[in-house]
């Protein structure tokens, strides 16, 4: 079966004669560079592409086009090639794409010689950007895997090449595009529209994605209908291009706009479309939700920058005003001076007001999608007191993302983004129970201890030690019973590492409803025994993936996914488990061993940077609110609220027990 990678996900090659087949929305350049331990190239003759499509085990088409096939013998290579990147490129000048987010996702897989899939990438999230970095091939400790790498260039060709370490980056990227350019009359076309249907003629109305701010998709999947009878490979009686698409991926009709003077339907309080839960690109439900989750995610931090940018460049002019007006020491006294300063002041008083104004607007359109989408969010991405909770049903596959809390910003205190993490999980968890990382400073705009909202309750001033401890491992409770919950009955499982024996009260909703086995054993003879028997099934299922021998497993080896939490770090800690503790942190999640910390870092200094990457690996949360996250798009500090279960909620206790019903 074809493992589905998602972005810096990697999976292990059983084979070193394989074929990568890229299939984009429409005509594509594609390349393969060959680079070193550090992804260095040595020079052109590193670098495959349609002018010079063949190299030492890897041969590359010819032209662009909308689906390509590149043959790649890992055994042919050069000892010095440790990777091999996969590079697509929309070609210049000849009617194609201009940008990659015009168009459906590229998708790359990776197959054996005989078709069979070994693992594929779907590069989501791209937009303005003209090339891209799919995947990576690379050797590690003499054997091969690929990574799904989504790397984009806004600025096209000559950018990619140059961040690959080529110093002739503009030489090569010409002599690409002249070859295209020479065969582009054998170029695979893009996949031509379906028919328009009645409410998609000229003169239909924009569509709903004017609701959000965000273009529509151009592929959005529908269900079924009469409207995708008519076969779509059939050839149009006009002799026009074929149309290739499947018959029943049709997009949406586009609502025909009232006539004037009509009732509108409502919106918002300027005119616009109400917003619309999954109005966003994907081909499930589930996916569309998702895809809107982050571009609100994405407005909502761009309105706010906005903000800011036009705040500070009021106070900026204030200042200059100011002393401008004031600069001769003769108008600094009577009425010049006090006129000049009002009128400083009125000027930066108004910027402040327009800017304020853009980003009420702005709040008002994402408040009011955020009430539509929030109460159709699945329970994987739901909150624990979204009503969805109370119709549970155990799930028959595994969700595409998970929510981890909620981020917010200090302009709009009522706005919450759910921070949504892809599954499986990339990367491990630290949960932060020490004190010294909320030493009390003051309120500020980012970062707020006046009132922390802890559930139900109102706490002032700096967090409690033993009250963090307690939310710390709560916390960690609440992510596990999500993470059971979204998985299908027995396909994931949880283990604890507690040498003192002090987190029995927290872990009462997975001893009682079964979802732990057992109560975790203490001290240091309990820790070795649990990081044991991890280590070793890492060790076995990596043997088997490798020598595709999954069969031969040992009937003990559990194959569910597991995520070992550990509390109480690193009290019952030697020197052995710290090894294998940071080996199940790297090689653990490309196996289905995921890792959850639930430390104080401050307790573990006596090792020095011994544990530094361990703590770099992981992704750092909190059991309170707390501004440490930053969005990849312009860097604002979001705090960080966790998923806690509401006070006095038995719904953790009705989920787990009927999953554990689904289990007998």
């Known amino acids: 079966m074809t493992a589905e990678l998602v972005r810096g996900q990697n999976h292990p090659l059983d084979r070193t004669r394989v074929e990568i087949r890229v299939a984009a929305g429409g005509p594509v350049i594609v390349g393969v560079t060959l680079g070193d331990e550090q992804g260095r190239l040595l020079g052109t003759e590193a670098v495959a592409h349609p002018a010079a499509p063949r190299r030492t085990g890897i041969e590359v088409p010819r032209q662009a086009a909308a689906e390509h096939r590149i043959a790649v013998d890992l055994d042919a290579l050069s000892e010095a090639v440790h990777r091999v990147s996969v590079l697509l490129a929309l070609p210049i000048g000849i009617g194609g794409l201009t940008r990659f987010g015009a168009a459906a996702a590229p998708s790359v897989v990776v197959t054996g010689l005989d078709g069979t899939g070994i693992a594929g990438y779907t590069v989501t999230g791209l937009g303005a950007e003209t090339a891209v970095v799919a995947v990576e091939l690379y050797r590690r400790q003499g054997a091969w895997k690929v990574r799904a790498v989504g790397q984009g260039y806004a600025d096209g060709l000559v950018a990619m090449l140059r961040d690959q370490g080529l110093p002739q980056a503009a030489e090569l990227a010409a002599e690409i595009e002249e070859a295209v350019s020479l065969g582009q009359a054998r170029a695979v076309p893009a996949p031509a529209p379906v028919a328009a249907s009645r409410s998609e003629q000229p003169g239909a109305g924009a569509s709903a994605g004017a609701a959000t701010g965000r273009p529509a998709p151009a592929d959005t999947p529908v269900a079924d209908g009469p409207a995708a009878d008519t076969p779509a490979s059939a050839a149009p009686s006009n002799g026009g291009p074929i149309d290739y698409r499947h018959p029943k991926r049709r997009t949406e009709p586009k609502p025909v706009p009232a006539p004037a003077g009509a009732n509108a339907p409502s919106g918002g309080a300027d005119g616009a479309p109400a917003p619309v839960a999954g109005d966003a690109s994907g081909w499930s439900m589930e ?330 690996a992981l992704l750092r949360i909190t059991p309170v609110p707390d501004a440490h996250l930053a969005d990849p798009w312009v860097g604002h500090a979001w705090t960080y609220e966790p998923p806690l279960v509401p006070k006095g909620s038995q719904v953790v206790h009705q989920v787990l027990g009927r999953l554990a019903e689904a289990r007998r």
């Open 287 to 616: 996916e569309r939700l998702y895809n809107q989750v982050w571009g609100m995610f994405e407005d909502l931090a761009r309105s706010v920058a906005a903000y800011r940018s036009a705040s500070d460049f009021a106070e900026s002019r204030l200042e200059q005003e100011l002393d401008k007006a004031l600069s001769d020491p003769r108008n600094r006294l009577g009425t010049a001076a006090d006129v000049a300063r009002a009128t400083a002041r009125d000027k930066h008083a108004s910027l402040i007001a327009q800017a304020r104004a853009a980003l009420d607007r702005d709040l008002a359109q994402l408040t009011a999608e955020a009430d539509v989408v929030e109460p159709a969010l699945p329970p994987a991405l739901a909150r624990w007191d979204n009503p969805v909770w109370q119709g549970y049903h155990v799930p028959l596959e595994r969700p595409m993302a998970l929510r981890l809390g909620d981020l917010r910003l200090p302009e709009v205190l009522d706005l919450r983004i759910p921070m949504l993490v892809r599954l499986p999980l990339e990367r491990g968890l630290w949960i932060d129970s020490g004190p010294g990382s909320y030493e009390w400073s003051g309120p500020g705009p980012e970062r707020e201890y006046g009132r922390r909202e802890l559930g139900s309750a109102l706490t002032d001033g700096p967090p409690d030690e033993a009250e963090l401890g307690r939310l710390a491992m709560e916390t960690a409770v609440a992510i596990a019973a999500r993470l059971l919950a979204v998985h299908p009955a027995g396909e994931f499982a949880v283990q604890v590492i507690d040498p003192g024996g002090t987190a029995a009260p927290a872990l009462a909703p997975l001893l009682e409803t079964g979802a732990l086995r057992e109560v975790p054993p203490t001290g240091a003879a309990g820790v070795a025994t649990v990081l044991e028997a991890l280590t070793r099934r890492v060790d076995l299922v990596q043997m088997a993936v490798r020598n595709r021998a999954a069969d031969s497993l040992p009937p003990d080896v559990d194959t569910a996914e597991q995520l070992l939490i550990v509390h109480d770090f690193p009290h019952g800690f030697d020197d052995r488990a710290l090894t294998q503790l940071r080996y199940l942190a790297d090689e653990g999640p490309s196996v289905g061993v995921h890792l959850m910390m639930v430390a104080d870092r401050a307790q573990s200094q006596e090792y020095g940077p011994v544990l530094d990457p361990l703590w770099r």
